[in-house]
């Protein structure tokens, strides 16, 4: 009570000090959401890479995806160490080409429903409706990603637009922060159709829709390196196609991420480290102004350390109520930024615990810190000298 | 018995670079307990000095000279830690300063429960000496108010409470009534008097008004940084300050 009493005196100066470390907290918390963001996206991709190679024509990222021939497909399940391998056809959902946003495009996904034996790893999980099956493999369902479906205002019964193409959502996937949450999953089948359909016409005619793969999922077995089986897929397919696994993912987006994460949290402890400053100088204000105050207590048998502890906490408690107002506006911005992007399915915070408590504490141990140095001073004071102070 | 004993108590203050002050040059001070003693001397005398060094809120100088003595109750506090110095001020003595010097954001008794908090008391047990202590000095209905809505009076009579709360060894007063109109000076000094009858309690009182010193048991004057008037003359209730007088 006495310390808010202490923080209520001078409020001007406090209120300033608190604004300062607050905004700083709230580019922490903003940044560090996005990193998070950034983060699940690109582990998510890791860890799906991690049992399989993907093989396709041309880069991955590179976001031209041409065609493979089905014919390939036998050949690969011949090699030794595949457990199976399952053709898939992903395209951008939007037709014009037009995909810029940060973080992962909107995509079209078409598998054959079981496909992957039971060994893809990385499941999703629904939240309302059901998994594509294997009867669906001829008509035109769609399961949706979190985000996806809230951009389309879709529910599980409703009926969506894919490029021209009317499907029937039938299921709806929870939300896992990383690229399905802005997927349309279809069958086969369908997504062939639709790819075709993408093509110019002159190629159109000279491609049969049931004979074409934008990529290869491909499961080692048991025991195998992915690496190995990279290096026997290269050997049989030639260098035309690309052979994708978790390694060259992480050596792809891993670096990315960690510079990344650098940089925001960089941005954000520079404001922090003036928003420190400005304690230092409240605190040492709030130390010279009291100085008889702390000259009377000492008289009265105030210890050193008391005096210091004093000082500290009060410093500790304008990082405190900084840090959770700085909290409050940042995540408040998150959720507002969220809003606004998800329309545009650009959901690019994401605000965890973890960051949550890491400001706040940081916040105020910053606080703390900051207080140290005139606490320090106030209790060397002498107390004749302190009292007599005007 | 001494409660108080001092032995060249030396104090040179340094202003400047060769601005040096000897506000105490060797003096020789005894307290009985349950004495009234003023200390009376002009300004400039080392008055103030003394009561610090006897307060222990200085140190008298050790670097040259006898070696100074300070005795409270028997022990050698004279070159005490800032710490042991700082616990025996919260524990075994009591403050009084001309400007009251009541910590400005906290009530009347918020201020006297400081005193018991540094004396280690705390919780009920120390509300409860603080409301004791403030209804000693006629203060109860005023315990919840802050120091700016009190009088000088009042501000002085709770500073009074903070210095008794403890029930301290010794209470030292600095111009107790300096800042108070003389019928305020006289419910203070009343006030002093009667814990000294009632309860036996020391008190050391700083002053430059005459008044004050005559309502005291004896007057230590003082003059040029030495004791010129140990005031032993006067009747004192105690027996053996006649034998610290032969020897002074």
């Not at chain 2, 409660?3 to 005894?30: D, H, P």
């Amino acid at each position: 009570m006495r310390l808010v009493r202490d923080l209520g005196r001078r409020k001007l100066r406090t209120d300033l000090t608190i604004t300062g470390i607050a905004i700083g907290i709230m580019a922490l918390v903003v940044f560090g959401s996005m990193a998070n963001k950034m983060n699940a996206l690109i582990g998510g991709g890791s860890k799906y890479y991690q049992d399989k190679a993907i093989v396709s024509v041309g880069s991955m990222f590179s976001g031209t995806i041409q065609p493979l021939a089905l014919a390939d497909l036998d050949k690969i399940r011949g090699v030794e160490g595949v457990a199976a391998a399952t053709p898939s056809v992903d395209m951008l959902l939007s037709s014009d080409g037009a995909a810029a946003s940060m973080g992962t495009p909107e995509m079209i996904t078409g598998n054959i429903p079981g496909g992957d034996k039971g060994l893809e790893t990385f499941r999703l999980e629904l939240s309302a409706g059901r998994d594509l099956t294997a009867a669906d493999a001829t008509t035109k369902v769609t399961v949706l990603g979190a985000d996806l479906a809230r951009r389309l205002n879709a529910k599980v019964g409703d009926t969506v637009t894919l490029r021209g193409v009317k499907f029937a959502v039938v299921g709806v996937w929870a939300p896992t922060l990383t690229a399905p949450d802005k997927d349309a999953y279809v069958p086969l089948v369908a997504a062939q159709e639709l790819f075709v359909k993408s093509l110019p016409p002159l190629i159109q005619s000279k491609v049969t829709a049931s004979e074409i793969a934008t990529g290869v999922t491909v499961y080692a077995t048991k025991g195998t390196d992915p690496e190995l089986l990279k290096t026997r897929l290269t050997a049989l397919l030639g260098g035309s196609y690309t052979v994708m696994t978790g390694k060259d993912f992480d050596a792809l987006l891993g670096s990315f991420s960690a510079i990344f994460t650098l940089v925001l949290t960089g941005v954000a402890m520079l404001s922090l480290l003036v928003g420190g400053l400005s304690t230092v100088n409240t605190m040492a204000m709030a130390v010279a102004e009291r100085t008889r105050e702390i000259g009377i207590k000492r008289a009265i048998g105030a210890s050193r350390w008391r005096i210091r502890r004093e000082i500290v906490f009060e410093a500790s408690a304008i990082g405190l109520i900084s840090g959770l107002i700085g909290l409050a506006i940042g995540a408040a911005m998150t959720m507002l930024f969220n809003d606004l992007g998800r329309a545009s399915g650009n959901v690019l915070f994401e605000l965890t615990l973890g960051t949550a408590a890491t400001a706040l504490i940081f916040a105020t141990v910053l606080g703390g810190i900051a207080g140290f140095v005139p606490a320090w001073h106030a209790s060397r004071l002498d107390p004749v000298t302190a009292l007599r102070y005007e | 018995m001494a409660i108080l004993e001092g032995r060249n108590l030396r104090k040179t203050y340094k202003l400047g670079r060769r601005n040096t002050v000897e506000a105490l040059k060797g003096v020789e001070i005894s307290i009985e307990k349950g004495e009234m003693v003023a200390i009376m001397g002009p300004s400039g005398s080392g008055k103030s000095t003394l009561m610090h060094i006897l307060g222990l809120l200085h140190t008298p100088d050790s670097n040259h000279g006898p070696a100074p003595e300070l005795y409270l109750g028997g022990e050698n506090v004279a070159d005490a830690s800032d710490n042991a110095r700082t616990k025996i001020r919260a524990r075994r003595m009591g403050f009084v300063f001309q400007d009251f010097n009541l910590v400005p954001t906290l009530t009347a008794i918020e201020n006297v429960m400081l005193a018991c908090e540094y004396a280690g008391i705390k919780g009920k047990q120390a509300k409860a000496a603080a409301i004791e202590a403030l209804g000693l000095v006629g203060l109860t209905d005023w315990a919840d108010h802050k120091p700016a809505e009190l009088s000088g009076g009042e501000q002085q009579r709770v500073s009074i409470a903070r210095a008794l709360v403890n029930k301290p060894e010794i209470i030292l007063a600095d111009e107790p009534t300096g800042n108070l109109d003389s019928d305020r000076s006289a419910e203070v000094l009343a006030l002093f008097r009667q814990f000294n009858r009632e309860q036996g309690q020391t008190i050391v009182l700083v002053t430059h008004d005459s008044d004050v010193g005559e309502a005291c048991d004896r007057v230590i004057k003082m003059r040029d940084g030495r004791i010129r008037d140990t005031g032993l003359h006067t009747t004192t209730p105690v027996m053996d300050v006649q034998a610290t007088a032969a020897t002074a």
